[in-house]
């Protein structure tokens, strides 16, 4: 089973608008870190905001807030006030706690930023 | 300065030559990875070093050899590669310190896209 899905292969938000990118993961374990990644065209990725499995309060990093509903296993992203430059992949992904170096990532949504 | 620098950022290389990716983090940290992206398809995780020491391998074929000869510098060795390889090539690096506080998020390089011809 994957453990992390992205079911929007593709995304359109009017600039200035709100987006929610959504990400249901997949865990037995308890303890767990949910992570989300943005990749411009030149290919880096960017780290955005990360989630702990124990964190009872969302994770917001500026314009950027995590919708965590651990019962229902989602951790969607919400981005506000779109932006031109916010066109880009974003990527969800999980890390368990047995093993803090393995990263699984979902297949990504493509977001784009109408003017 | 950037934290994780790849080189070179693009390569074309025929399937009988022996090429190497160069990964240099400038972040003090002790974890490092190579992933490759393929279009369609989620991040694959290849290698992931740890202290110098590989920690994982994900199957990956042998046309691949990393190497890690300390902890800011990893390298990825490539031979007789098919075409099904090219990709793009991310290098990645992260604190491995379970701790309250820190996240552990990977930072990533640049990519290099790997063209085999």
């Known amino acids: 089973a994957q453990k992390i899905t992205q079911t929007q292969p593709g995304m359109f938000v009017q600039e200035k608008e709100a987006v929610t990118l959504d990400c249901t993961y997949d865990?037995?374990?308890?303890?767990?870190?949910l992570f989300w990644y943005k990749q411009p065209s030149s290919g880096e990725m960017i780290f955005l905001i990360y989630?702990?499995?124990?964190?009872?309060q969302n994770a917001t990093e500026g314009r950027y807030s995590l919708n965590f509903q651990k019962a229902r296993k989602s951790a969607n992203l919400v981005i506000s006030a779109s932006q031109l430059g916010d066109s880009a992949m974003y990527f969800c992904?999980?890390?368990?706690?047995?093993?803090?170096?393995?990263?699984?990532f979902g297949s990504g949504t493509k977001l784009n930023v109408k003017p | 300065e950037t934290g994780v620098t790849q080189t070179p950022r693009h390569l074309v290389m025929g399937m009988t030559n022996k090429k190497s990716l160069k990964c240099e983090q400038h972040?003090?940290?002790?974890?490092m990875y190579w992933y490759k992206q393929s279009a369609k398809k989620p991040l694959e995780l290849m290698f992931v070093?740890?202290?110098?020491?590989?920690?994982e391998n994900n199957s990956v074929p042998s046309r691949f050899s990393p190497e890690c000869p300390n902890s800011s510098h990893l390298f990825l060795h490539l031979h007789t590669l098919q075409p099904e390889d090219s990709a793009l090539y991310l290098c990645?690096?992260?604190?491995?310190?379970?701790?309250?506080?820190?996240?552990?998020?990977?930072?990533f390089g640049e990519g290099s896209r790997l063209t085999v011809l």
């Open positions: 990645a690096s992260s604190q491995d310190r379970r701790q309250t506080g820190n996240t552990g998020e990977l930072f």
């Open positions: 865990t037995s374990d308890q303890s767990y870190g």
């Open positions: 989630q702990g499995s124990y964190d009872e």
């Open positions: 992904a999980m890390r368990e706690v047995y093993n803090f170096n393995k990263f699984y």
């Open positions: 972040l003090g940290h002790n974890a």
């Open positions: 070093y740890n202290f110098k020491e590989q920690t």
